[in-house]
Each structure stands twice: as structure tokens, then as C-alpha cells.
């Protein structure tokens, strides 16, 4: 089934897209897809900032206790550098909660952290299984599965993000390279590995939340402790995804935003693939 509609006469009629006669329209994600995109935005906010809460109460990597000041935790040791080297931080008034003071809900605060990272963690599953949904419902699966050609491409994609910062500031050409899908090889290998990552996070979740209950969980993760560092560094593949992701969103033209929003793109001069296709 074909998503693009040819345009102009039939779209006015509506006067739902202001267009422009020989402008293509292609109908980009799903409505579901689109609500449970931006819903993961506040869920896994909340469940980063509650999680370095739950870890500051027993971090995982910790050291033999400092004879002076007795800390163990090496966040603690990084806030402890950070104001003793970086100019105006001399006379924070405490250097061992700094990290936790600023991408956490704060130290001290492993109550209300638990509850909201539960609540997070719920909801979190609950959109990830609408997600899925909506990507069957709208046909967006089939832009994800994998391509002859994906790795030839991902390089290319790669060599034009890295040459794009240079090529900027000199004013020099350094064109896109084409494709005619909603994805590029780059995107796809990102958006897949994203319902991996959230796949590993609830069941590590569980792991430690049922260490118990759930010792077979727990057993296949290397245990409880070692499931809590798949845990944590699992936290790090959403924040390392999350960064370029919104750098390249805001670098690319407004239609990539727009087509997450109103869930539509305009394209001009070249033809759209079929959602089929895509």
C-alpha cells in the first residue's frame, strides 16, 4: 500500500496541509508510534535521575576506603576532583555529592527514588509494548529490518556526520549521500538496538528488584551484582544515543522534526517509496 499522496488539489480540498502544487506527501509514522516516541522522552528522564539516586545509596564501583576522608565511591571521587581543579568550584559546600547533586534527583533521597523509578519503569514497559504496536499497526517495522547493502551505507552515513562539522565552517560542499528509504543504514542499526537495550533493561530490572524470586534471572545475568552493572551501563546506551540523536535532529531540515510531530513529510522533486518499500 502506497503512503504518498501525489499532491495539491485533494490535500486543499481539506485544507489540512498547506502544500505547494508538484510537492510530494508521504505519511511517515503511525500516531501510536509518534505518542509512545515522545512519551519515552519524560519516562526515561525520570528513570536516569532516580536511577543514580538508587545507585549513590550502594554504588557499584567502589574502592578501598580513603583513609582521610573514608569515601569508597568513585562518583564521589569525581565530584571531589571537580572541585578541587575547576575555577568558582573551591567553596562547594559538598564536593562528594556534586555529581549526584546535578544528574540525579540528589543524594539522600532513595525513598522517593525507588517509587519514582518503579512508576517510571512500569510505564516505561507499558509504552514499549504500544510502541511495538504501533510500529505493526502503521507498517513502520518494515523500515527497520536490515539491508543488503546496510553496512557499505552505515559507513558512508558515518564518514558525512564526521566530515560535517569541518566541512561547515569552511563552506565547503559536502553533500548527503542518498537513499531512497525513511531510514538510512545508520538509523536503523540506532533504532533497532533501542528496543534491544530496553529488552535488557527490564529484565535486569527485575534481577535486582527479585534477586530471590527470580534467581534464574539474576543467574543468567552473572548475578545479582553483576546484573546491576548491565543495569547501569544499559542506562548509558539511551543517554549515547540520546545526545546525537537530538544534535543530528535539529541539524537536519525541519521536515525530520515535523514528520515526528504531525507524523507527515514533504519532499520536493524526487519521488517517496511506498511504506511497503520503506
Given at each position: 500500500m502506497n503512503h504518498s499522496i501525489p499532491l495539491a488539489n485533494e490535500?486543499?480540498?481539506?485544507?489540512?496541509?498547506?502544500?505547494?502544487?508538484?510537492?510530494?506527501v508521504a505519511r511517515r509514522h503511525h500516531l501510536v508510534v509518534r505518542w509512545s516516541h515522545w512519551l519515552n522522552v519524560p519516562l526515561l528522564l525520570g528513570l536516569i535521575?532516580?536511577?543514580?539516586?538508587?545507585?549513590?545509596a550502594?554504588?557499584?564501583?567502589?574502592?578501598k576506603p580513603d583513609p582521610h576522608t573514608g569515601n569508597f565511591d568513585v562518583a564521589a571521587d569525581v565530584g571531589i576532583w571537580t572541585c578541587a581543579h575547576v575555577p568558582g568550584l573551591h567553596h562547594y559546600s559538598s564536593p562528594p555529592d556534586r555529581i549526584y547533586n546535578h544528574i540525579s534527583?540528589?543524594?539522600?533521597?532513595?525513598?522517593?527514588?525507588?517509587?519514582?523509578?518503579?512508576?517510571?519503569?512500569?510505564?516505561f514497559m507499558l509504552n514499549g509494548t504500544v510502541y511495538v504496536a504501533g510500529l505493526v499497526m502503521g507498517g513502520g517495522w518494515r523500515s527497520l529490518l536490515p539491508r543488503r547493502m546496510d553496512l557499505f551505507d552505515a559507513l558512508r552515513m558515518l564518514r558525512y556526520y564526521l566530515g560535517v562539522p569541518f566541512?561547515?565552517?569552511?563552506?565547503?560542499?559536502?553533500?548527503?549521500?542518498?537513499?531512497n528509504?525513511?531510514?538510512?543504514?545508520?538509523?536503523r542499526a540506532a533504532y533497532v538496538s533501542l528496543p534491544v537495550a530496553g529488552f535488557f533493561s527490564v529484565a535486569t530490572g527485575w534481577a535486582i528488584h527479585k534477586p530471590m524470586q527470580l534467581y534464574w534471572l539474576a543467574a543468567l545475568f552473572g548475578g545479582f551484582d553483576a546484573a546491576r552493572v548491565w543495569h547501569f551501563w544499559l542506562m548509558w546506551v539511551?543517554?549515547?544515543?540520546?545526545?546525537?540523536?537530538?544534535?543530528?535532529?535539529?541539524a537536519d531540515p525541519w521536515d525530520t522534526l515535523r514528520s515526528m510531530i504531525a507524523g507527515w513529510s514533504t519532499r520536493l522533486g524526487r519521488p517517496v517509496v511506498s511504506a511497503d518499500e520503506q
Amino acid at each position: 500500500m502506497n503512503h504518498s499522496i501525489p499532491l495539491a488539489n485533494e490535500l486543499n480540498a481539506t485544507g489540512t496541509l498547506p502544500v505547494q502544487p508538484g510537492v510530494l506527501v508521504a505519511r511517515r509514522h503511525h500516531l501510536v508510534v509518534r505518542w509512545s516516541h515522545w512519551l519515552n522522552v519524560p519516562l526515561l528522564l525520570g528513570l536516569i535521575l532516580s536511577g543514580i539516586s538508587i545507585y549513590w545509596a550502594s554504588p557499584i564501583y567502589q574502592h578501598k576506603p580513603d583513609p582521610h576522608t573514608g569515601n569508597f565511591d568513585v562518583a564521589a571521587d569525581v565530584g571531589i576532583w571537580t572541585c578541587a581543579h575547576v575555577p568558582g568550584l573551591h567553596h562547594y559546600s559538598s564536593p562528594p555529592d556534586r555529581i549526584y547533586n546535578h544528574i540525579s534527583l540528589g543524594p539522600g533521597m532513595l525513598a522517593i527514588a525507588l517509587r519514582l523509578h518503579w512508576l517510571c519503569a512500569y510505564l516505561f514497559m507499558l509504552n514499549g509494548t504500544v510502541y511495538v504496536a504501533g510500529l505493526v499497526m502503521g507498517g513502520g517495522w518494515r523500515s527497520l529490518l536490515p539491508r543488503r547493502m546496510d553496512l557499505f551505507d552505515a559507513l558512508r552515513m558515518l564518514r558525512y556526520y564526521l566530515g560535517v562539522p569541518f566541512a561547515r565552517p569552511r563552506r565547503r560542499k559536502w553533500p548527503h549521500p542518498r537513499f531512497n528509504t525513511k531510514y538510512n543504514a545508520l538509523q536503523r542499526a540506532a533504532y533497532v538496538s533501542l528496543p534491544v537495550a530496553g529488552f535488557f533493561s527490564v529484565a535486569t530490572g527485575w534481577a535486582i528488584h527479585k534477586p530471590m524470586q527470580l534467581y534464574w534471572l539474576a543467574a543468567l545475568f552473572g548475578g545479582f551484582d553483576a546484573a546491576r552493572v548491565w543495569h547501569f551501563w544499559l542506562m548509558w546506551v539511551y543517554v549515547l544515543f540520546a545526545v546525537p540523536h537530538v544534535i543530528l535532529v535539529f541539524a537536519d531540515p525541519w521536515d525530520t522534526l515535523r514528520s515526528m510531530i504531525a507524523g507527515w513529510s514533504t519532499r520536493l522533486g524526487r519521488p517517496v517509496v511506498s511504506a511497503d518499500e520503506q
